[in-house]
Antibody, heavy 119, light 107 residues
Framework: QVQLVESGGGLVKPGGSLRLSCAASGFSFSDYYMSWIRQAPGKGLEWVSY????????NYADSVKGRFTISRDNAKNSVYLQMNSLRAEDTAVYYC????????????WGQGILVTVSS | SYELTQPPSVSVSPGQTASITCSGDKLGDKYAYWYRQMPGQSPVLVIY???KRPSGIPERFSGSNSGNTATLTISGTQAMDEADYYCQAWDSSTDVVFGGGTKLTVL
């Protein structure tokens, strides 16, 4: 069955960095776009970034542009989110999700990983 | 930037029909997607491309999208349907955009 497992979260000080990983299994990872979505405590869903299947296309929400970088390794069935210059408002549960392309539904989601930015 | 607006909460009696709306400029020209999020769990896609149900999603879930409004309809609502529901669309300026979410209460 499809599994997406995030890792790399934790507590980090403002201005610090963190790298999230998402390991995929149970589907043809290299054929799928991948996105990161976050959810601040008690709040709604916020899309963060996506990357196309072959890494040709990426994009970011304005709130993270210039600070976060998405990448993937199809040989390792993994997608990553490098987060730099972290702020308190980046505190959230971060989910990775798969989708078949641009303008398609986010059909599978990971369990989420908590990132807390606090001094 | 593109925005989607949902009512914060909707209440429904067991066995009745619940309708959750999602409004956005010319939303009917885009595909609407709907997700259910149970407390403490990850979101699950329940409707894609306006009206289609992924495998495993009960037939009581249906969707429509026209004009500026997409609607998620749950027929014969059950207690287990109590959750937060989010609409989502893709927009050329914003890429993925989510609505603010609607808390469905079954009472």
């Amino acid at each position: 069955q499809v599994q997406l497992v995030e890792s790399g979260g934790g507590l980090v000080k403002p201005g610090g960095s963190l790298r999230l990983s998402c390991a995929a299994s149970g589907f043809s990872f290299s054929d799928y776009y991948m996105s990161w979505i976050r959810q601040a405590p008690g709040k709604g869903l916020e899309w963060v970034s996506y990357i196309s299947s072959g890494s040709t296309y990426t994009n970011y929400a304005d709130s993270v542009k210039g600070r976060f970088t998405i990448s993937r390794d199809n040989a390792k069935n993994s997608v990553y989110l490098q987060m730099n210059s972290l702020r308190a408002e980046d505190t959230a549960v971060y989910y990775c999700a798969s989708h078949s392309g641009y303008d398609s539904g986010l059909d599978y989601w990971g369990q989420g990983i908590l990132v807390t930015v606090s001094s | 930037s593109y925005e989607l607006t949902q009512p914060p909460s909707v209440s429904v009696s067991p066995g009745q029909t619940a309708s959750i709306t999602c409004s956005g400029d010319k939303l009917g020209d885009k595909y609407a997607y709907w997700y259910r999020q149970m407390p403490g769990q990850s979101p699950v896609l329940v409707i894609y491309q306006d009206t289609k149900r992924p495998s495993g999603i009960p037939e009581r879930f249906s969707g429509s999208n026209s004009g500026n409004t997409a609607t998620l309809t749950i027929s014969g609502t059950q207690a287990m349907d109590e959750a937060d529901y989010y609409c989502q669309a893709w927009d050329s300026s914003t890429d993925v955009v989510f609505g603010g979410g609607t808390k469905l209460t079954v009472l």
